[in-house]
Each structure stands twice: as C-alpha cells, then as structure tokens.
C-alpha cells in the first residue's frame, strides 16, 4: 500500500516480538528449501547415500531443523554434513526465538494492566493538584 521502508522498520522496532518471530520463521523455510536442495545434489552421487531424491532431502531437512532427528535419513559426504549443523543450530535459534515469542505474550497483557494504571494513576494526581491549586487562591 505504498508504506515506505522507514514505516516498516519503525513498525519492526515497535512489534520487535512478532517481528523477531516472522524473519525467524521466512529464514527457516529460506534454509531448509537450501539445505534440502543442496544435500540432494550433494548425495545423490554418493555411493551409500539414503537421501536420493528431493522428497528425502525435504524430509530430512525438516526433521534436523526441529531437532527431531529420526535417523531415517542423514548425509554422508561433508557438504551434507555442514548443511546438517546449519540446520541443528538455526533450528535451536528457531525455538529459542519461539519461546521468546510466546513468553512476550503471556508478559504483554500484565504490562498494559500496569501502564493502565500508571496513567489512571497520573490523571487522578493531576486532578488533585489542581484541586489544591484552587484551594490555594
């Protein structure tokens, strides 16, 4: 709707919560759909290889990045090997972040309760003082 980029950071800064959660969740379907295609072309020329077609590679993908780990499928060359620990550790950051996520919004509803009454808090003081200005004259 035309929102400039400068809009967008400012809304990202102010929702860092819900923000934190989307890029955690457009960089792991980014990862995965990398890690899966990498790892296939990487062990289908493998000769002991398990991951041989792009459905397993998914497969395996998937189950490493939730820190599963079935066993049913895993790489044996290097590159297999490195793609397999990206994905454990963003994986763990995935959760980490989810966690995060979830925590913010069991503390949100408390902190609205308690700026509620700060302000409710601040008005009433501020009435005071006037009746006491007008007490004063």
């Known amino acids: 709707h035309g929102t400039s ?5 400012r809304r990202m800064r102010q929702q860092r919560a819900q923000s934190s959660l989307l890029v955690m969740l457009f960089l792991i379907i980014f990862i995965i759909t990398i890690s899966a295609s990498v790892v296939v072309v990487a062990e289908e020329q493998a000769p002991d290889a398990n991951i041989v077609n792009g459905t397993d590679a998914f497969w395996w993908a ?19 090997r490195i793609f397999a620990g990206l994905l454990m550790v963003v994986g763990v950051g995935l959760f980490t972040v989810l ?5 913010s919004t069991f503390l949100n509803p408390a902190q609205k ?14 009435e ?3 009746m006491l200005r007008q007490q004063q004259k």
């Open 113 to 126: 309760q308690d700026t509620d009454n700060l302000e409710a808090l601040k008005e009433e003081l501020a």
């Open 5 to 9: 980029l400068r809009t967008v950071l």
């Open 128 to 130: 005071i003082k006037e």
């Open 62 to 80: 998937f189950v490493t990045v939730t820190t599963v780990g079935y066993g049913d499928f895993y790489p044996i060359t290097d590159v297999g």
């Open 99 to 103: 966690t995060s996520y979830i925590a």
